[in-house]
């Protein structure tokens, strides 16, 4: 398995990082003979970065990360996230320091690498600009100060004017960044009128300060496997981020690019979407989200393959366009 730089982490992360959140499940959902098969076999395959989040399962994924990573003897590199409790009072710093501290019990360990603002940014579901700089920056580099953790990021969604304010700051060392073929920012468009953000140049602004980026929702919450089916662990329904207004738009959307897999370029739909991720320098790690081991299977020998060849990008821009 490839291994990129984290931006000016200096973390060595495998190109395909274990994503452990809802969405796909297994670590949420899935037994636990199974999330120990599966991550003992993601690292097995050299996959080094793990992710994870208490909002995934009511912190279920952490409980069983910290059962698996303790039962394997293993400690890659983690990262894990605050979301700020939507009825407690306003008290930024104190929901940070409680959530990592919370966090670390259920993973059984004393730090962790990487620890990221879940919320979003500039909206008022969220952060407003000031806040993460007065508040919450200041409680989290005194965890990491205290050797909580070591680095500091941020999930990049809300408004792009106050991300790019808060990323210019200089304070968060990574940015997790929704990065798939559905985006038309991605292949070098945005359409008029197109909901949500160019994503593509705001990660390739941070990455040119030295932030690491983490691609997220490679698969459009699994519209670019082409399946309208969903297996029995992953979350049954999935709101899309950073692409169309629903799933069945995505996958009709997807499913687009079948003359690809058809034309021998790669062996699935869902093959195609995981190097698609990969392929941009810049992407430190781009996390997969499974239900199975076969799915786990399936995205470790796409990214043995490598990053798309630009004829195979250029194709995909028309057949999207």
């Given at each position: ?60 994924s952490e409980r069983n990360l910290g059962r698996v990573l303790k039962s394997l003897g293993a400690r890659p590199v983690l990262g894990t996230k605050i979301r700020l409790p939507e009825a407690a009072p306003r008290d930024i710093a104190g929901a940070i320091t409680a959530s990592l501290e919370a966090s670390l019990q259920r993973l059984g360990r004393d730090h962790v690498d990487l620890y990221q603002l879940h919320d979003p940014i500039g909206v008022a579901e969220g952060y407003a600009v000031e806040e993460v700089l007065a508040e919450a920056v200041p409680a989290l580099q005194r965890l ?178």
């Amino acid at each position: 398995m490839e291994q990129r730089v984290l931006g000016r982490t200096g973390l060595r992360v495998s190109v395909l990082g274990y994503g452990a959140g809802a969405v796909g499940g297994l670590m949420v959902r899935g037994s636990a003979a199974d999330q120990e098969r599966s991550l003992a076999r993601a690292l097995e395959a050299g996959i080094t970065y793990v992710d994870t989040a208490p909002a995934y399962g009511n912190g279920a994924s952490e409980r069983n990360l910290g059962r698996v990573l303790k039962s394997l003897g293993a400690r890659p590199v983690l990262g894990t996230k605050i979301r700020l409790p939507e009825a407690a009072p306003r008290d930024i710093a104190g929901a940070i320091t409680a959530s990592l501290e919370a966090s670390l019990q259920r993973l059984g360990r004393d730090h962790v690498d990487l620890y990221q603002l879940h919320d979003p940014i500039g909206v008022a579901e969220g952060y407003a600009v000031e806040e993460v700089l007065a508040e919450a920056v200041p409680a989290l580099q005194r965890l990491r100060d205290g050797g909580k953790c070591s680095f500091l990021g941020i999930t990049a969604l809300g408004a792009t004017p106050a991300l790019r304010q808060v990323l210019e700051a200089g304070v968060f060392d990574t940015a997790q960044i929704p990065y798939n073929a559905l985006n038309p920012s991605w292949l070098g468009t945005l359409p008029p009128g197109l909901p949500g953000q160019d994503f593509a140049r705001l990660g390739e602004r941070a990455s040119g300060q030295g932030v690491g980026l983490i691609g997220i929702r490679i698969l459009a919450a699994g519209a670019l496997s082409g399946e309208a089916a969903r297996h029995p662990v992953a979350m049954p329904e999935v709101a899309p981020i950073a692409s169309a207004p629903d799933y069945a738009t995505d996958l009709a959307h997807a499913r687009r690019l079948l003359p690809l897999v058809e034309a021998g370029e790669a062996a699935s739909l869902a093959e195609l979407a995981i190097r698609f991720a990969i392929t941009p320098a810049a992407m430190g790690t781009a996390l997969i989200g499974t239900a199975s081991l076969d799915q786990l299977e399936a995205a470790i020998a796409a990214a043995e393959r490598g990053p798309l060849p630009p004829p195979v990008l250029e194709r995909m821009a028309a057949l999207l366009a």
